[in-house]
């Protein structure tokens, strides 16, 4: 907004009357200048324009958008407009040349592409996916056997008969041995007895 719209609408807001409003403005329309762009969309989706027309030597500003102060220039190099020309953009985007894309390259591109799809026939299709296939049959094959050995040594070892089991016999060690203590004291004792 600038300063005559915000003095416009504090006139509309106090109750002025329109007319001198209208007045005031279409004046102010007269005194100002136009300016033409030519503006543009790049492939990428960038905004671009010119202050006149899109020629060489014209400087070529980005779109910024809303809040920014300053549209930068466009940064050197070349970039292609969705309408098919290549701008040419030196230092602080001055637009050196401008050509139209070549429909030449287009549709060499295309038929190349087409040939390539009727060169390979089905027959050509399957043995260049065999090709592919082929490291990794030759490794599943190798896994299989391995897993087929391994299988093997596990059923053997599965088949053998448990062995006994592992019990916690402390108690039973610790009674037998009271039991022996206890019998060598009593014949100690018998042994002072017949004396």
């Not at 300016?35 to 014209?58: K, R």
């Amino acid at each position: 907004m600038n300063v005559n719209d915000a003095i416009t609408k504090l006139r509309v807001l106090l109750g002025a009357e329109t007319e001198e409003v209208v007045e005031i403005q279409n004046e102010e329309k007269e005194e100002e200048t136009k300016v033409e762009m030519a503006e543009a969309t790049l492939v990428d989706g960038t905004e671009v324009y010119t202050e006149g027309e899109l020629q060489p030597g014209a400087i070529l500003f980005v779109r910024a958008g809303e809040g920014a102060d300053e549209d930068p220039f466009a940064p050197a190099g070349l970039h292609e407009t969705t309408e098919g020309l290549l701008i040419t953009v030196g230092e602080n985007g001055e637009i050196s040349s401008i050509e139209e894309k070549a429909e030449e390259n287009i549709e060499a591109k295309e038929e190349k592409e087409e040939e390539v799809a009727m060169a390979f026939s089905s027959q050509e299709f399957l043995s260049e996916i065999a090709g592919i296939i082929k490291p990794y049959t030759e490794e599943i094959s190798t896994l299989k056997e391995e897993l087929n050995t391994l299988t093997e040594r596990f059923e053997a070892i599965a088949d053998q008969p448990a062995t006994k089991k592992i019990r916690n016999n402390f108690s039973e060690e610790a009674k037998t041995i009271k039991n022996r203590a206890e019998a060598r004291y009593e014949k100690l004792v018998e042994i002072r007895k017949n004396k």
